[in-house]
């Protein structure tokens, strides 16, 4: 530590009167309250930067612009300030001409996105015999991606963000569905778009408390603060006048990353280029990290490994691909040479498509030279091929293992003939067996870390029997009693109710620290037949997070299982005022009103609900049960019949039919 930096913790820490950033030219804040700003002692780091306290405030970009408009106006062209944005056909890179659909044949829908005038839509049809069966169409939102590789397409109802299932991939101008809607998964309207997802492809939006995908604001790209951290302090002591001599000193209002050592500049970037399953560490949420840190101290990433999958790599996997290169390497074992990291070569501010290859070349130059005596090997013919570019040669452009339709720079610079043969994905790279799960942000994550992992990875990416055995592997070494809610995790996941109930009846303690564990409970009990106790997890959960409307809708099931008919109505009817789309909400009011014989209701809600989702059988055998009430056996016959073409081997339309079929016999 300096002895410039050991003064300014003295100072702070012992007098808290005024802040001094310099030894020599440094002007004394006067009127820039640093210690009504900083309370968070712990914000006083190593670094010594001033926002990196928890109660520092974002002022957003446009607050930046006011003094560094010339910064600004060459980052809002780059990937990151065009990462986010409203679907307009200026934000947009889709290309919609010609009428392009894509098909699910898993679920037999087609999409068709177009605009209307300046509005993005999509349509989801089914057709039968060239003629449409099925519509509905729903507007789109926002759009994800700086068109560079893709644009993603999101939809906001009523303050849910959920995703749309239709990517345009721009490189190859490819119509698609999104990563993980493929293969029997395409969910349509209803994947939810939480804080994790946000805080790597835009700005912090403000997210309504007690929810997982509902928001107040959302803004629009990746702002400065993200690799510089909140701003107001910086603003404050810039109006104050209080302004530092660059070229001597550092202003420790704000993190400049230049400034930051060269492992915790890569760090800035990798808090978003190394992505995977994201474990957050305990009281930690994806909000929490801020340049200069670690981004270990808020989550570690996980991602699969398998034998020989060397160039099997993911789509953002740069920061770690780069530390494999021997240029990496080798700049941080010498001591005369300046470590590699991000901005080596890149340039925040600006974006790599309007920086030269000249600019790139000569960031390799800088090493690969005559002086050095470390130059290219390789035939002049070869060089020309490749217009002496060295990066055709040495970072191989190649596909992404998790994103279809991409072309992306490895970034493990090296010597390989890769660059001679075709651009293909690395899935088409063939690998071992499954090794496991690799931590990308930690060598050495601890038991508690790693069993979550795994329960997380098969929760959402992989449901392999061998990844739970491996979350109980590292469970077992862990104390019931102060795990308590990865174990109830952990068996409500083996889908072993009893042990999820008896876990937490065997427990001194009562209480359980997140919504979905309550959930957890709640629903192992509902899987039990004990509703009255479901309905207490339920509320717990939802005392948390009142705006799940999927806690709604299962505690609303509950209170329906007992006869608490109002009670069910008042969760239901609070979902569709959320999302007057949740079918099974529909559905469940539908039955209520079945169940009350007001026919005329039932059947609204029942058509509603087969609007959105005709495949929905329980609301198709409700309404079924609407012909039957009415005394319209014959068309209920139809109307079943129909049915069991579309669903040959359910017990309950065959039940349902045979007997109305009876009851026609007997008249």
């Not at 980052?75 to 409203?86: E, F, P």
């Not at 995703?163 to 349509?188: A, K, M, S, W």
């Not at 408390?209 to 107040?216: D, F």
């Not at 090493?367 to 013919?381: D, G, L, Q």
């Given at each position: 530590m300096s002895r410039k930096t050991k003064y300014f913790l003295f100072s702070y820490l012992l007098f808290a009167i005024v802040v001094v950033f310099g030894l020599i030219a440094a002007k004394?804040?006067?009127?820039?309250?640093?210690k009504e700003q900083v309370t968070n002692e712990r914000a006083l780091n190593k670094l010594g930067y001033l926002n990196l306290?928890?109660?520092?405030k974002y002022v957003g970009m446009?607050?930046?612009?006011?003094?560094?408009?010339?910064?600004?106006?060459?980052?809002?062209?780059?990937?990151?300030?065009?990462?986010?944005?409203?679907?307009?056909?200026?934000?947009?890179?889709?290309?919609?001409?010609?009428?392009?659909?894509?098909?699910?044949?898993?679920?037999?829908?087609?999409?068709?996105?177009?605009?209307?005038?300046?509005?993005?839509?999509?349509?989801?049809?089914?057709?039968?015999?060239?003629?449409?069966?099925?519509?509905?169409?729903?507007?789109?939102?926002?759009?994800v991606g700086s068109g560079q590789?893709?644009?993603?397409?999101?939809?906001?109802?009523?303050?849910?963000?959920?995703?749309?299932?239709?990517?345009?991939?721009?490189?190859?101008?490819?119509?698609?569905?999104?990563?993980?809607?493929?293969?029997?998964?395409?969910?349509?309207?209803t994947r939810k778009i939480g804080f994790e997802c946000v805080s790597c492809h835009?700005?912090?939006?403000?997210?309504?408390?007690?929810?997982?995908?509902?928001?107040?604001?959302?803004?629009?790209?990746?702002?400065?603060?993200?690799?510089?951290?909140?701003?107001?302090?910086?603003?404050?002591?810039?109006k104050s006048g209080e302004f530092v001599?660059?070229?001597?000193?550092?202003?420790?209002?704000?993190?400049?990353?230049?400034?930051?050592?060269?492992?915790?500049?890569?760090?800035?970037?990798?808090?978003?280029?190394?992505?995977?399953?994201?474990?957050?560490?305990?009281?930690?949420?994806?909000?929490?990290?801020?340049?200069?840190?670690?981004?270990?101290?808020?989550?570690?990433?996980?991602?699969?490994?398998?034998?020989?999958?060397?160039?099997?790599?993911?789509?953002?996997?740069?920061?770690?691909?780069?530390?494999r290169s021997k240029c990496y390497i080798f700049s941080h074992n010498n001591p005369d040479m300046d470590p590699m990291n991000c901005s080596t070569c890149h340039i925040a501010h600006i974006s790599f498509k309007e920086t030269s290859i000249d600019a790139f070349k000569a960031k390799c130059l800088n090493?690969?030279?005559?002086?050095?005596?470390?130059?290219?090997?390789?035939?002049?013919?070869n060089r020309q091929s490749q217009d002496d570019n060295c990066m055709k040669c040495h970072m191989v452009k190649s596909g992404a293992f998790d994103i279809p339709h991409v072309i992306i720079s490895d970034h493990d610079i090296r010597i390989t003939n890769k660059w001679k043969g075709p651009i293909r994905s690395t899935k088409e790279i063939p690998t071992g067996s499954f090794l496991g799960l690799k931590c990308m942000s930690n060598n050495k994550p601890d038991k508690l870390i790693l069993a979550r992992a795994f329960i997380l990875h098969y929760e959402k990416f992989n449901a392999l029997p061998a990844i739970l055995d491996s979350a109980y592997h590292y469970l077992s070494g862990l104390d019931k009693e102060l795990y308590l809610e990865d174990w109830i995790h952990y068996f409500y996941l083996k889908g072993n109710s009893i042990a999820v109930t008896q876990m937490l009846e065997g427990a001194k303690r009562k209480y359980l620290k997140s919504a979905v564990n309550y959930y957890h409970v709640g629903q192992s009990y509902a899987n039990l037949g004990v509703h009255s106790k479901a309905i207490y997890y339920f509320?717990?959960?939802?005392?948390?997070?009142?705006?799940?409307?999927?806690?709604?809708?299962?505690?609303?099931?509950?209170?329906?299982?007992?006869?608490?008919?109002?009670?069910?109505?008042?969760?239901?009817?609070?979902?569709?005022?959320?999302?007057?789309?949740?079918?099974?909400?529909?559905?469940?009011?539908?039955?209520?009103?079945?169940?009350?014989?007001?026919?005329?209701n039932a059947e609204n809600y029942f058509s509603k609900a087969l609007s959105v989702d005709p495949d929905y059988l329980s609301a198709e055998l409700n309404f079924a049960k609407i012909f039957i009430a009415k005394g319209r056996l014959e068309e209920a016959r139809f109307y079943l019949t129909g049915l069991l073409k579309k669903h040959p081997a359910d017990k309950q339309v065959n039940q349902m039919l045979d007997l109305v079929i009876r009851e026609l016999t007997n008249r």
């Open positions: 004394p804040f006067q009127s820039f309250k640093v306290a928890g109660n520092v446009l607050k930046c612009k006011e003094c560094h408009d010339d910064i600004y106006q060459t980052y809002i062209r780059t990937g990151m300030g065009k990462s986010w944005g409203l679907a307009n056909p200026f934000k947009s890179s889709a290309d919609f001409s010609g009428g392009k659909e894509i098909y699910d044949k898993k679920t037999d829908y087609f999409y068709r996105p177009y605009w209307d005038g300046n509005i993005m839509k999509v349509e989801e049809y089914r057709k039968q015999d060239g003629i449409k069966v099925f519509s509905r169409t729903e507007t789109v939102d926002y759009v590789h893709t644009n993603s397409h999101l939809q906001l109802r009523n303050g849910y963000l959920t995703q749309v299932p239709f990517t345009y991939y721009t490189q190859l101008g490819i119509l698609d569905f999104p990563p993980g809607f493929e293969d029997g998964h395409n969910v349509r309207f835009n700005s912090y939006p403000v997210p309504v408390q007690g929810s997982i995908n509902k928001y107040n604001s959302i803004p629009l790209g990746i702002n400065c603060e993200r690799c510089h951290g909140p701003g107001e302090l910086h603003v404050r002591a810039m001599d660059m070229k001597k000193d550092i202003d420790y209002t704000i993190v400049n990353p230049r400034k930051l050592p060269s492992d915790l500049q890569v760090e800035v970037c990798s808090r978003c280029h190394n992505q995977g399953n994201a474990v957050l560490k305990e009281g930690k949420t994806f909000f929490d990290y801020k340049p200069g840190m670690r981004v270990t101290e808020v989550f570690d990433v996980f991602r699969e490994r398998y034998q020989n999958d060397e160039d099997a790599f993911w789509m953002e996997t740069h920061p770690e691909r780069m530390k090493c690969h030279n005559p002086r050095t005596a470390v130059v290219c090997t390789e035939t002049m013919a509320s717990k959960a939802l005392d948390m997070e009142p705006y799940n409307l999927e806690y709604h809708n299962k505690l609303g099931t509950s209170y329906l299982a007992l006869s608490r008919y109002d009670e069910a109505k008042k969760q239901f009817e609070y979902v569709i005022m959320q999302d007057p789309e949740m079918t099974i909400a529909l559905n469940n009011l539908g039955f209520i009103c079945l169940l009350r014989n007001d026919l005329l």
